[in-house]
């Protein structure tokens, strides 16, 4: 794109001593010529001093001028940046995105060469304040050196106006010179270049488009992967029928779920292929059609050809945006890609026989933490200290007697308690032991028959014996340390 300010200024030349004509003449009168008389040199005072407001007037009329045309300058640039590609394939959107671009960019360089004028006219300007300065401090001098006007309020005011006004250097700057140079017309051969320029944006654009508009897709299908392979569903907590069912029907869904995942990663891999290479190719075209256009199209800038190459190189940038769009290359090593919905018969005994083994694996997971819930908060209560009190309410030897009864009765009764929370504890100890036996015992079962119906790999069961394979493996070992060996039924299998 255009540089935002685009200040292709007309360099100044190096500064000089050199002044016009009339500083000259001025100079020249001081110096040799013949002396004005106190008349004429006030006649010249104020008719400097009149070349000087005017001047100065001038310059900050263009100085706003100026600011002006650089604000129009930014306006643009801004809608220039506003224009998006709509993220369709489309192809009258996408063209009324090109035309509109080449629009703001054909606006932009406008407000580009209205900015460049308006720097060329306040150069212009400011020579020639410096030049009414230089004449007014020549002037001055010569009027300086009469005897009769060494009191004048007109040398006054032109010494109050010589120092009010803002310091000017010594050596005037070099006159601006205005560009002559003329833009040579393009020729057919260019104009046919330019057209197969529009022709290659326009196709790179569609396949950008397309990138946008499928991307977030295969983005969001590689996350749902990601996602979707470490289960999470809460353990059942008693084993009753509706606990265990929640907690076999949320496994075997997040395994459908993992499954479905895969295989639209999949569908969408061969998608995204398609779309990169069509992109690549577009984009191999749009390059050699800017690298042919460059040399004529950017500078001098011309409406025939400078906006649609600006928009050319917008197009050619967004194609990197489009290729970030489509996410990194996804895995597929890892993916299910098996596919069959038909069940046979023997499959349908597996998973009548893999259901029963897991609803089994579930009951002695609910019984087990139940009991460990259980022992938990038996652990919590403490053995109950007996200490002695209320001796001071006996005023005689029976009341001290019945006191010693009663106190011996309480006694008892909190060692009793004692006993039977540790013997609770002990039990319950023990309770916990046996259904971690009987959880063990129910794990390894369900995973070694889920090593033997194991088909081979060039044979994958059916997309529900799958499904149910991993949930099961999933239940075997839901949460398996990284530093632990792979074993053969581990989740995931498929």
């Known amino acids: 794109m255009i540089d935002e300010f ?55 009329q263009l100085q706003g001028a100026k600011d002006r045309s650089r604000a129009n300058v930014q306006q643009a640039y801004a809608e220039c940046k506003a224009v998006i590609l709509p993220a369709s394939e489309d192809e009258a959107r996408v063209k009324d995105f090109l035309l509109t671009a080449e629009e703001r960019q054909s606006h932009y360089m406008r407000a580009l060469e209205a900015d460049n004028e308006a720097d060329r006219a306040l150069s212009l300007a400011q020579y020639d304040w410096q030049t009414a300065r230089l004449e007014l401090r020549a002037a001055i001098q010569e009027a300086s050196s009469h005897e009769l006007l060494k009191e004048d309020e007109v040398l006054a005011a032109a010494n109050y106006m010589s120092s009010w ?26 104009l046919a270049t330019i057209e197969k320029l529009r022709q290659a944006t326009f196709k790179a654009a569609m396949q950008v488009a397309r990138a946008l508009k499928e991307g977030p897709t295969i983005v969001a299908a590689a996350t749902e992967v990601s996602d979707s392979n470490w289960i999470s569903v809460k353990p059942p907590v008693r084993p009753t029928e509706e606990e265990v069912q929640r907690y076999l029907r949320q496994a075997e869904a997040a395994t459908v779920r993992r499954m479905n995942a895969h295989k639209q990663l999949l569908s969408l891999v061969p998608l995204r292929a398609a779309i990169l ?15 042919g256009a460059s040399p004529f199209a950017r500078t001098p800038r011309r409406p025939e050809c400078t906006p649609a190459f600006e928009v050319a190189l917008v197009v050619l940038s967004l194609c990197a945006t489009a290729e970030n769009a489509m996410g990194s290359e996804p895995d597929t090593r890892w993916l299910d890609k098996a596919d069959r919905a038909a069940v046979t018969s023997r499959e349908k005994r597996q998973i009548e026989e893999l259901r029963k083994l897991m609803r089994q694996l579930a009951i002695a997971r609910a019984t087990l933490n139940e009991s460990a819930t259980t022992l938990i908060v038996a652990k919590v209560h403490k053995d109950v200290e ?14 001290c007697l019945a006191w010693h009864a009663e106190q011996q009765k309480r006694k ?38 889920i090593v033997a119906i194991m088909p081979a790999k060039e044979r994958p069961p059916a997309n529900e014996l799958r499904a149910l394979m991993n949930a099961a493996a999933w239940m075997c070992k839901p949460n398996p340390r990284d530093d632990e060996p792979r074993r053969e039924g581990d989740y995931p299998i498929y």
Not at 8 to 20: I, L, N, T, Y
Not at 413 to 436: C, D, F, G, P, W
């Open 6 to 60: 685009g200040a292709d200024r007309q360099a100044a030349e190096p500064a000089g001593k050199a002044v016009d004509e009339a500083t000259k003449a001025s100079s020249q009168e001081a110096s040799g010529g013949p002396k004005r008389n106190a008349s004429d040199l006030r006649k010249l005072l104020r008719a400097k001093m009149s070349r000087v407001l005017e001047t100065s007037h001038q310059l900050i």
């Open 165 to 190: 006004q803002a310091l000017v250097p010594r050596d005037l700057m070099a006159q601006p010179q205005v560009a002559t140079q003329e833009v040579p017309v393009l020729t057919d051969e260019q």
């Open 277 to 291: 290479k069509d992109l690549n190719a577009a984009k191999e075209i749009l390059n050699a059609a800017v690298a």
């Open 386 to 399: 007996f200490k002695l009190s209320g001796i001071a309410r006996a005023s005689n030897w029976q009341e």
């Open 412 to 449: 008892e009764s909190i060692a009793q308690n004692n006993l039977a929370q540790r013997t609770k504890i002990e039990l319950l100890a023990e309770l916990v032991k046996q259904h971690e036996r009987d959880h063990s015992e129910a794990a390894t079962a369900l995973y070694r028959y």
